[in-house]
Protein backbone atom coordinates (compact mmCIF):
# COMPACT_ATOMS: atom_id res chain seq x y z
CA UNK A 1 0.00 0.00 0.00
CA UNK A 2 1.27 3.37 -0.69
CA UNK A 3 0.36 6.98 0.06
CA UNK A 4 -2.31 8.64 -2.18
CA UNK A 5 -0.61 11.12 -5.12
CA UNK A 6 0.47 14.56 -3.73
CA UNK A 7 -0.25 13.17 0.12
CA UNK A 8 3.03 12.12 1.99
CA UNK A 9 4.09 11.03 5.46
CA UNK A 10 6.55 13.57 6.94
CA UNK A 11 9.03 11.04 8.99
CA UNK A 12 10.81 11.54 12.52
CA UNK A 13 13.68 12.81 10.78
CA UNK A 14 12.46 15.66 9.24
CA UNK A 15 10.16 16.88 12.22
CA UNK A 16 12.67 18.38 14.29
CA UNK A 17 12.17 21.68 12.31
CA UNK A 18 8.19 21.25 11.91
CA UNK A 19 8.01 21.45 15.79
CA UNK A 20 10.61 24.33 15.93
CA UNK A 21 8.59 26.33 13.22
CA UNK A 22 5.73 25.23 15.72
CA UNK A 23 7.32 26.11 18.98
CA UNK A 24 8.77 29.76 17.23
CA UNK A 25 5.27 30.68 15.96
CA UNK A 26 3.17 30.01 19.06
CA UNK A 27 5.71 32.13 20.97
CA UNK A 28 5.17 35.04 18.74
CA UNK A 29 1.16 34.48 17.84
CA UNK A 30 1.02 34.50 21.63
CA UNK A 31 3.10 37.85 22.16
CA UNK A 32 1.24 39.87 19.84
CA UNK A 33 -1.80 38.68 21.19
CA UNK A 34 -3.06 36.01 19.41
CA UNK A 35 -5.51 32.75 20.59
CA UNK A 36 -5.09 29.49 19.18
CA UNK A 37 -8.22 28.40 17.79
CA UNK A 38 -8.88 24.76 16.08
CA UNK A 39 -11.76 24.19 13.26
CA UNK A 40 -12.98 20.94 11.77
CA UNK A 41 -11.00 19.83 8.59
CA UNK A 42 -14.25 19.07 7.03
CA UNK A 43 -17.21 21.52 6.09
CA UNK A 44 -20.47 22.22 3.89
CA UNK A 45 -19.14 22.92 0.47
CA UNK A 46 -20.90 25.93 0.56
CA UNK A 47 -19.01 27.82 3.02
CA UNK A 48 -16.19 27.55 0.65
CA UNK A 49 -18.25 28.50 -2.53
CA UNK A 50 -19.23 31.43 -1.40
CA UNK A 51 -15.74 32.32 0.12
CA UNK A 52 -13.60 31.75 -2.11
CA UNK A 53 -15.19 32.21 -5.04
CA UNK A 54 -17.59 30.11 -7.35
CA UNK A 55 -14.85 31.30 -10.00
CA UNK A 56 -11.88 30.77 -8.88
CA UNK A 57 -8.94 27.84 -9.27
CA UNK A 58 -9.84 26.32 -5.58
CA UNK A 59 -13.34 26.07 -5.99
CA UNK A 60 -13.83 24.71 -9.91
CA UNK A 61 -10.87 22.54 -9.69
CA UNK A 62 -9.20 21.75 -6.48
CA UNK A 63 -11.04 21.18 -3.83
CA UNK A 64 -12.07 17.02 -2.26
CA UNK A 65 -15.60 17.09 -2.80
CA UNK A 66 -18.26 14.56 -1.71
CA UNK A 67 -21.46 13.65 -0.86
CA UNK A 68 -21.73 12.00 2.80
CA UNK A 69 -24.31 9.72 3.20
CA UNK A 70 -27.01 11.44 3.42
CA UNK A 71 -26.40 13.43 0.47
CA UNK A 72 -25.15 16.45 2.12
CA UNK A 73 -21.61 17.93 -0.08
CA UNK A 74 -19.20 18.13 2.35
CA UNK A 75 -15.22 19.41 1.49
CA UNK A 76 -11.98 18.76 2.87
CA UNK A 77 -10.83 22.45 3.49
CA UNK A 78 -8.83 24.27 1.12
CA UNK A 79 -7.73 26.87 3.64
CA UNK A 80 -8.74 28.31 6.92
CA UNK A 81 -9.79 31.28 6.91
CA UNK A 82 -13.98 30.75 6.09
CA UNK A 83 -13.65 28.42 8.52
CA UNK A 84 -12.40 30.72 10.94
CA UNK A 85 -14.84 33.34 9.76
CA UNK A 86 -17.45 30.75 10.06
CA UNK A 87 -16.58 29.91 13.88
CA UNK A 88 -16.88 33.82 14.27
CA UNK A 89 -19.90 34.55 13.44
CA UNK A 90 -21.33 31.06 14.78
CA UNK A 91 -20.42 31.49 18.26
CA UNK A 92 -21.62 35.26 18.11
CA UNK A 93 -18.22 36.44 18.75
CA UNK A 94 -18.59 39.73 17.43
CA UNK A 95 -21.49 40.40 20.53
CA UNK A 96 -18.61 40.26 23.46
CA UNK A 97 -16.03 41.72 21.89
CA UNK A 98 -15.27 42.30 17.93
CA UNK A 99 -11.76 42.13 18.35
CA UNK A 100 -10.55 38.81 18.08
CA UNK A 101 -7.23 37.73 17.07
CA UNK A 102 -6.34 33.52 15.68
CA UNK A 103 -3.74 31.55 15.17
CA UNK A 104 -4.16 27.61 13.82
CA UNK A 105 -2.03 25.13 12.52
CA UNK A 106 -3.14 22.41 10.34
CA UNK A 107 -3.78 20.39 6.82
CA UNK A 108 -5.80 21.67 3.66
CA UNK A 109 -6.13 20.18 0.75
CA UNK A 110 -6.44 21.06 -2.93
CA UNK A 111 -6.52 18.68 -5.92
CA UNK A 112 -3.18 20.32 -7.75
CA UNK A 113 -0.19 18.77 -9.72
CA UNK A 114 1.83 17.53 -7.19
CA UNK A 115 5.44 18.87 -7.35
CA UNK A 116 8.34 20.27 -5.22
CA UNK A 117 6.34 22.27 -2.60
CA UNK A 118 3.19 21.70 -4.16
CA UNK A 119 1.47 18.71 -2.35
CA UNK A 120 -2.39 18.44 -2.35
CA UNK A 121 -2.26 17.58 1.69
CA UNK A 122 -0.38 20.46 2.64
CA UNK A 123 0.08 22.08 6.32
CA UNK A 124 -0.31 25.82 6.94
CA UNK A 125 0.09 28.00 9.55
CA UNK A 126 -2.64 30.49 10.04
CA UNK A 127 -3.82 33.87 11.13
CA UNK A 128 -6.78 35.72 10.98
CA UNK A 129 -7.68 39.13 12.72
CA UNK A 130 -10.93 40.73 12.91
CA UNK A 131 -12.83 43.83 14.38
CA UNK A 132 -9.21 46.02 13.30
CA UNK A 133 -9.88 48.45 10.49
CA UNK A 134 -6.57 50.28 11.03
CA UNK A 135 -4.34 50.07 8.19
CA UNK A 136 -1.68 49.56 10.91
CA UNK A 137 -3.05 46.14 11.74
CA UNK A 138 -1.96 45.46 8.08
CA UNK A 139 1.21 46.59 8.57
CA UNK A 140 1.69 44.40 12.08
CA UNK A 141 0.90 41.17 9.86
CA UNK A 142 3.63 41.73 7.73
CA UNK A 143 6.03 42.55 10.24
CA UNK A 144 4.73 39.43 12.25
CA UNK A 145 5.56 37.33 9.55
CA UNK A 146 8.54 39.42 9.26
CA UNK A 147 10.00 38.53 12.44
CA UNK A 148 8.93 34.60 12.60
CA UNK A 149 11.06 34.54 8.74
CA UNK A 150 13.90 36.31 10.79
CA UNK A 151 13.82 34.09 13.64
CA UNK A 152 13.68 31.13 11.90
CA UNK A 153 16.99 32.58 10.22
CA UNK A 154 15.74 32.87 6.58
CA UNK A 155 16.97 35.12 4.33
CA UNK A 156 16.54 36.45 0.52
CA UNK A 157 12.41 36.82 0.90
CA UNK A 158 10.81 39.44 -0.31
CA UNK A 159 6.77 41.30 0.39
CA UNK A 160 5.28 41.72 -2.51
CA UNK A 161 2.02 44.32 -1.23
CA UNK A 162 -0.85 45.25 -3.74
CA UNK A 163 -3.94 46.85 -2.79
CA UNK A 164 -7.34 45.78 -4.27
CA UNK A 165 -9.72 48.60 -3.51
CA UNK A 166 -13.18 48.24 -2.12
CA UNK A 167 -16.59 47.47 -3.52
CA UNK A 168 -16.47 51.42 -3.91
CA UNK A 169 -13.54 51.31 -6.02
CA UNK A 170 -14.46 47.94 -7.84
CA UNK A 171 -17.11 49.02 -10.52
CA UNK A 172 -14.51 51.78 -11.72
CA UNK A 173 -11.86 49.14 -11.76
CA UNK A 174 -13.91 45.94 -13.29
CA UNK A 175 -15.55 48.21 -16.54
CA UNK A 176 -11.40 49.45 -17.02
CA UNK A 177 -10.56 45.78 -16.97
CA UNK A 178 -13.49 43.97 -19.11
CA UNK A 179 -12.68 46.52 -21.76
CA UNK A 180 -9.51 45.57 -21.92
CA UNK A 181 -9.37 42.03 -21.98
CA UNK A 182 -12.53 42.16 -24.07
CA UNK A 183 -9.60 43.88 -26.49
CA UNK A 184 -7.34 41.21 -26.08
CA UNK A 185 -9.70 38.45 -26.53
CA UNK A 186 -7.94 36.44 -29.24
CA UNK A 187 -4.82 35.93 -26.93
CA UNK A 188 -6.80 34.73 -24.17
CA UNK A 189 -7.60 30.84 -23.86
CA UNK A 190 -10.60 29.32 -23.27
CA UNK A 191 -10.74 29.29 -19.54
CA UNK A 192 -9.98 32.90 -19.56
CA UNK A 193 -13.06 33.89 -21.98
CA UNK A 194 -15.27 32.00 -19.56
CA UNK A 195 -13.47 34.26 -16.64
CA UNK A 196 -14.54 37.36 -18.74
CA UNK A 197 -18.21 36.83 -18.57
CA UNK A 198 -17.91 35.85 -14.58
CA UNK A 199 -15.37 36.85 -12.88
CA UNK A 200 -12.77 39.21 -15.19
CA UNK A 201 -10.14 39.50 -12.15
CA UNK A 202 -9.09 35.77 -12.30
CA UNK A 203 -7.71 36.26 -15.55
CA UNK A 204 -4.51 38.36 -13.77
CA UNK A 205 -4.19 35.04 -12.10
CA UNK A 206 -4.39 32.81 -15.23
CA UNK A 207 -0.91 30.68 -15.41
CA UNK A 208 -1.16 30.25 -19.04
CA UNK A 209 1.63 32.04 -20.68
CA UNK A 210 0.28 33.57 -23.06
CA UNK A 211 -2.55 35.52 -21.39
CA UNK A 212 0.19 36.82 -19.08
CA UNK A 213 1.96 38.30 -21.71
CA UNK A 214 -1.80 39.31 -22.88
CA UNK A 215 -2.63 40.89 -19.83
CA UNK A 216 0.62 42.82 -18.66
CA UNK A 217 -0.86 46.44 -19.58
CA UNK A 218 -3.69 45.38 -18.06
CA UNK A 219 -5.37 48.16 -15.57
CA UNK A 220 -4.67 47.71 -12.30
CA UNK A 221 -6.79 48.12 -9.13
CA UNK A 222 -3.67 50.60 -7.78
CA UNK A 223 -5.09 52.87 -10.35
CA UNK A 224 -8.52 52.78 -9.45
CA UNK A 225 -8.36 53.14 -5.57
CA UNK A 226 -10.93 55.73 -3.48
CA UNK A 227 -9.91 58.04 -1.53
CA UNK A 228 -10.25 55.62 1.58
CA UNK A 229 -8.35 52.73 0.10
CA UNK A 230 -5.93 55.22 -1.26
CA UNK A 231 -4.90 56.48 2.37
CA UNK A 232 -5.35 53.28 3.65
CA UNK A 233 -2.85 51.81 1.31
CA UNK A 234 -0.65 54.43 1.91
CA UNK A 235 -0.53 54.16 5.67
CA UNK A 236 0.65 50.43 5.50
CA UNK A 237 3.58 51.78 3.13
CA UNK A 238 4.54 54.37 5.21
CA UNK A 239 4.50 52.30 8.68
CA UNK A 240 6.25 49.47 6.90
CA UNK A 241 9.15 51.54 5.91
CA UNK A 242 9.24 53.59 9.36
CA UNK A 243 9.58 49.77 11.01
CA UNK A 244 12.42 49.15 8.30
CA UNK A 245 10.76 46.36 6.87
CA UNK A 246 11.02 46.05 2.73
CA UNK A 247 8.59 45.50 0.64
CA UNK A 248 8.10 45.79 -3.59
CA UNK A 249 4.83 47.40 -4.57
CA UNK A 250 3.44 44.80 -7.34
CA UNK A 251 0.53 46.10 -9.04
CA UNK A 252 -0.16 42.55 -10.47
CA UNK A 253 -0.46 40.62 -6.97
CA UNK A 254 -4.42 39.48 -7.02
CA UNK A 255 -3.96 36.43 -4.90
CA UNK A 256 -6.87 33.52 -5.71
CA UNK A 257 -9.44 33.98 -3.72
CA UNK A 258 -12.31 36.29 -4.07
CA UNK A 259 -12.80 37.43 -0.52
CA UNK A 260 -9.54 40.03 -0.53
CA UNK A 261 -10.36 43.73 -0.36
CA UNK A 262 -7.78 46.30 0.32
CA UNK A 263 -3.62 45.44 1.20
CA UNK A 264 -3.01 41.94 -0.15
CA UNK A 265 0.45 40.69 0.17
CA UNK A 266 2.57 37.59 -0.62
CA UNK A 267 6.10 36.76 0.92
CA UNK A 268 8.11 35.11 -1.84
CA UNK A 269 11.10 33.25 -2.04
CA UNK A 270 14.29 32.79 -4.40
CA UNK A 271 15.07 29.08 -3.52
CA UNK A 272 12.05 27.39 -4.42
CA UNK A 273 12.18 27.83 -8.03
CA UNK A 274 8.41 28.23 -9.19
CA UNK A 275 6.99 27.64 -6.15
CA UNK A 276 7.91 31.24 -4.68
CA UNK A 277 5.70 31.76 -2.32
CA UNK A 278 5.95 31.14 1.37
CA UNK A 279 3.08 32.77 2.42
CA UNK A 280 0.34 34.75 1.45
CA UNK A 281 -2.43 37.27 3.07
CA UNK A 282 -4.93 39.96 2.47
CA UNK A 283 -7.38 42.03 3.96
CA UNK A 284 -11.13 40.74 3.76
CA UNK A 285 -13.62 43.23 4.69
CA UNK A 286 -16.97 41.86 3.25
CA UNK A 287 -16.35 38.73 3.91
CA UNK A 288 -17.79 38.26 7.62
CA UNK A 289 -20.88 40.01 6.81
CA UNK A 290 -21.07 37.84 3.14
CA UNK A 291 -21.66 34.85 5.20
CA UNK A 292 -24.57 35.69 7.42
CA UNK A 293 -22.59 38.20 10.25
CA UNK A 294 -22.75 41.80 11.03
CA UNK A 295 -20.25 43.91 9.28
CA UNK A 296 -16.77 43.45 10.58
CA UNK A 297 -13.12 44.17 9.33
CA UNK A 298 -10.89 41.37 8.68
CA UNK A 299 -7.57 40.56 7.66
CA UNK A 300 -5.13 37.27 7.72
CA UNK A 301 -2.41 35.54 6.29
CA UNK A 302 -1.37 31.93 5.93
CA UNK A 303 2.07 30.25 5.42
CA UNK A 304 2.69 27.50 3.64
CA UNK A 305 4.17 25.25 6.08
CA UNK A 306 5.62 22.66 4.14
CA UNK A 307 7.56 25.25 1.62
CA UNK A 308 8.49 26.97 5.18
CA UNK A 309 10.06 23.95 5.86
CA UNK A 310 11.60 23.16 2.34
CA UNK A 311 13.70 26.55 3.11
CA UNK A 312 14.66 26.31 6.21
CA UNK A 313 16.18 22.42 5.40
CA UNK A 314 18.01 24.09 2.57
CA UNK A 315 19.74 26.62 4.66
CA UNK A 316 20.66 23.62 7.18
CA UNK A 317 22.49 21.15 5.57
CA UNK A 318 23.91 19.26 8.52
CA UNK A 319 20.89 18.88 11.09
CA UNK A 320 22.20 18.42 14.64
CA UNK A 321 22.08 14.52 15.48
CA UNK A 322 19.18 13.65 18.29
CA UNK A 323 20.51 11.82 20.53
CA UNK A 324 20.24 9.60 23.82
CA UNK A 325 21.16 10.73 27.73
CA UNK A 326 21.54 7.00 28.50
CA UNK A 327 21.44 3.71 27.24
CA UNK A 328 21.02 0.70 29.52
CA UNK A 329 21.86 -2.62 28.80
CA UNK A 330 20.85 -5.42 31.05
CA UNK A 331 22.51 -8.84 30.66
CA UNK A 332 20.77 -11.33 32.14
CA UNK A 333 16.92 -11.54 33.04
CA UNK A 334 17.32 -10.43 36.72
CA UNK A 335 19.91 -7.49 35.31
CA UNK A 336 16.59 -6.54 32.62
CA UNK A 337 13.57 -6.58 35.39
CA UNK A 338 16.01 -3.63 37.01
CA UNK A 339 17.04 -1.82 34.39
CA UNK A 340 13.92 -1.40 33.37
CA UNK A 341 12.37 -0.01 36.77
CA UNK A 342 15.44 2.50 36.39
CA UNK A 343 14.43 3.75 32.96
CA UNK A 344 10.84 4.19 33.85
CA UNK A 345 12.18 6.50 36.72
CA UNK A 346 15.35 8.21 34.65
CA UNK A 347 12.17 9.12 32.02
CA UNK A 348 9.70 10.31 34.45
CA UNK A 349 12.62 12.37 35.51
CA UNK A 350 13.11 13.82 32.09
CA UNK A 351 16.69 11.88 30.93
CA UNK A 352 16.19 10.35 27.66
CA UNK A 353 16.76 7.10 28.57
CA UNK A 354 16.41 3.52 26.79
CA UNK A 355 16.52 0.06 27.64
CA UNK A 356 17.14 -2.61 24.78
CA UNK A 357 14.65 -5.92 25.96
CA UNK A 358 15.59 -8.59 23.22
CA UNK A 359 18.49 -10.00 25.17
CA UNK A 360 21.38 -9.21 22.78
CA UNK A 361 25.19 -9.97 23.43
CA UNK A 362 27.42 -6.72 24.73
CA UNK A 363 28.41 -6.61 21.84
CA UNK A 364 25.48 -5.99 19.29
CA UNK A 365 23.98 -3.75 22.39
CA UNK A 366 27.05 -1.34 22.22
CA UNK A 367 26.92 -0.90 18.54
CA UNK A 368 23.14 0.23 18.94
CA UNK A 369 24.22 2.70 21.80
CA UNK A 370 26.22 4.23 19.27
CA UNK A 371 24.04 4.45 16.72
CA UNK A 372 21.37 5.71 19.20
CA UNK A 373 24.01 8.58 19.87
CA UNK A 374 24.11 7.71 23.51
CA UNK A 375 25.76 10.09 25.42
CA UNK A 376 25.96 7.21 28.52
CA UNK A 377 25.94 3.56 28.86
CA UNK A 378 25.24 1.93 31.98
CA UNK A 379 25.97 -1.75 31.98
CA UNK A 380 24.69 -3.94 34.59
CA UNK A 381 25.39 -7.94 34.60
CA UNK A 382 24.92 -10.65 36.56
CA UNK A 383 28.48 -10.09 38.26
CA UNK A 384 27.59 -6.46 38.54
CA UNK A 385 24.62 -7.37 40.39
CA UNK A 386 26.02 -9.73 42.73
CA UNK A 387 28.68 -6.60 43.85
CA UNK A 388 25.33 -4.63 44.07
CA UNK A 389 26.96 -1.92 41.55
CA UNK A 390 26.59 -1.52 37.71
CA UNK A 391 28.92 0.16 35.33
CA UNK A 392 28.55 3.49 33.49
CA UNK A 393 30.55 4.52 30.56
CA UNK A 394 31.11 7.91 28.88
CA UNK A 395 30.79 7.52 25.30
CA UNK A 396 32.69 10.40 24.47
CA UNK A 397 35.80 10.42 26.97
CA UNK A 398 35.98 6.22 27.39
CA UNK A 399 35.91 6.68 31.02
CA UNK A 400 34.13 3.95 32.95
CA UNK A 401 32.96 4.31 36.71
CA UNK A 402 31.41 1.67 38.98
CA UNK A 403 27.92 2.84 40.33
CA UNK A 404 26.59 1.61 43.81
CA UNK A 405 22.97 0.06 43.48
CA UNK A 406 21.54 2.17 46.18
CA UNK A 407 21.94 5.62 45.08
CA UNK A 408 21.97 4.56 41.01
CA UNK A 409 18.76 6.52 39.90
CA UNK A 410 19.25 9.33 42.32
CA UNK A 411 22.83 10.10 41.07
CA UNK A 412 22.31 9.14 37.57
CA UNK A 413 19.76 12.06 37.10
CA UNK A 414 21.81 14.31 38.93
CA UNK A 415 24.90 13.79 36.67
CA UNK A 416 22.95 13.40 33.38
CA UNK A 417 21.16 16.72 34.26
CA UNK A 418 24.49 18.37 34.58
CA UNK A 419 25.57 16.99 31.16
CA UNK A 420 22.32 18.56 29.28
P1 LIG B 1 0.31 29.32 -5.13
O1 LIG B 1 0.28 30.57 -5.95
O2 LIG B 1 1.70 28.84 -4.86
O3 LIG B 1 -0.59 28.25 -5.65
P2 LIG B 1 -1.77 30.16 -3.40
O4 LIG B 1 -1.93 31.60 -3.68
O5 LIG B 1 -2.69 29.18 -4.01
O6 LIG B 1 -0.25 29.72 -3.69
P3 LIG B 1 -2.62 30.55 -0.70
O7 LIG B 1 -3.99 30.11 -0.86
O8 LIG B 1 -2.33 31.97 -0.58
O9 LIG B 1 -1.72 29.90 -1.84
O10 LIG B 1 -1.96 29.79 0.54
C1 LIG B 1 -0.91 30.37 1.33
C2 LIG B 1 0.37 29.58 1.20
O11 LIG B 1 0.13 28.19 1.31
C3 LIG B 1 1.06 29.73 -0.13
O12 LIG B 1 1.84 30.89 -0.15
C4 LIG B 1 1.93 28.49 -0.19
O13 LIG B 1 3.13 28.67 0.53
C5 LIG B 1 1.10 27.47 0.55
N1 LIG B 1 0.44 26.56 -0.40
C6 LIG B 1 -0.65 26.80 -1.17
N2 LIG B 1 -0.97 25.71 -1.90
C7 LIG B 1 -0.07 24.75 -1.56
C8 LIG B 1 0.13 23.38 -1.93
N3 LIG B 1 -0.68 22.79 -2.79
N4 LIG B 1 1.17 22.72 -1.39
C9 LIG B 1 1.99 23.30 -0.50
N5 LIG B 1 1.85 24.57 -0.10
C10 LIG B 1 0.84 25.29 -0.60
MG1 LIG C 1 -2.65 27.83 -5.60
Request: aromatic share 8%; charged share 30%.
Amino acid sequence: MQTIRGFRDILPEHIRLWQKVEKEASGLFKAFGFQEIRVPILEKTQLFSRSIGEVTDIVEKEMYTFADRKGDKLTLRPEATASIVRSYIQHKMYATDPVRKFFTIGPMFRRERPQKGRYRQFYQIDAEVFGIESALIDTQLIFLLNELFKRLGLTGLSAHINSLGCPECRPSFQKALLDFVTSKKESLCKNCLRRMEKNPLRILDCKVQACKEAVQDAPATLDHLCDDCETHFKTVKTSLKAQGVDFIVDKSLVRGLDYYTRTAWEIQTTTLGAQSAVAGGGRYDGLVKELGGPQTPGIGFAIGFDRLVEVMEQIEKTPEKEGLDLFIISLGEPAMEKGYLWSCELNQAGIRTEIDFRGKSLKALMKRANKLNAKYVLIAGENELADNSVILRDMNTKDQVSLSIETLVPELIKKLKLTK
